[in-house]
């Protein structure tokens, strides 16, 4: 019955050539894993207060002893709205064993993005990604951009891009098998 349809004229002009089915594929497949680039700074993470949303300062060295995700975004980036629901379960599935996530948002209006992860992903803890803040992480230019910190507060790898959970898992998991310094 298929070779009887490929037969008719009409319905060959509207076959795609197989080129066109690679190039097709492989905009789904960069849609749903889009490139990111990582880099390896190795430096201090900064010391700064994170502003919350809920209008708490969270020293970021208070985090020490657990491998951070800095992720920076913004409710009008389709990649990080689309890069939240894996950031989320990787946050759900491996905070248990001493991750942590901070997600600070661009937005101009931080009641936006409070209502949006109250909306969507309620447990992501929000802060605010005030100049100060970006200045503090070499200046951010493009979103979504992220930041993993090691147990003892250096900057491992820095993503621009956006993450997905198979990623955080060979970004993250070999820095939480590491000693904590904070335990010896």
């Known amino acids: 019955m298929l070779k009887n349809l490929v037969r ?8 795609p050539s197989p080129v ?10 960069i849609w749903f894993h889009p490139p990111a680039w990582v880099s390896h700074p190795q430096k201090p993470a900064p010391n700064i207060q994170i502003h919350m949303a809920d209008g708490r300062s969270i020293p970021l060295a208070s985090l020490r002893g657990q491998v951070v995700l ?8 389709p990649y990080c ?5 894996q950031i989320q379960t990787f946050y759900r599935d491996w905070h248990t064993r001493g991750f942590t996530v901070l ?27 005030d100049e100060a ?6 200046g951010i230019s493009k979103v ?10 250096i900057i491992r790898d820095a993503i ?14 070999p820095l939480l098998a590491e000693p904590n310094s904070k335990n010896l």
């Open 103 to 129: 997600t600070l948002s661009l937005d101009d209006n931080p009641q936006v993005a409070a209502a949006y992860l109250r909306k969507a992903h309620d447990d992501l803890p929000l802060g605010v990604a």
């Open 70 to 77: 800095v992720n920076f975004w913004a409710t009008w980036c």
């Open 81 to 85: 709205v689309h890069e939240l629901p």
């Open 133 to 138: 803040t970006q200045r503090a992480f070499g």
């Open 144 to 153: 979504p951009s992220s930041f993993i910190i090691d147990r003892q507060g």
């Open 160 to 173: 621009s891009g956006q993450v997905y959970y198979g990623r955080l898992v060979d970004l993250v998991s």
């Open 8 to 15: 008719h004229p009409w319905l060959k002009r509207w076959m």
């Open 20 to 29: 066109n089915l690679l190039l097709m594929g492989a905009l789904v497949y």
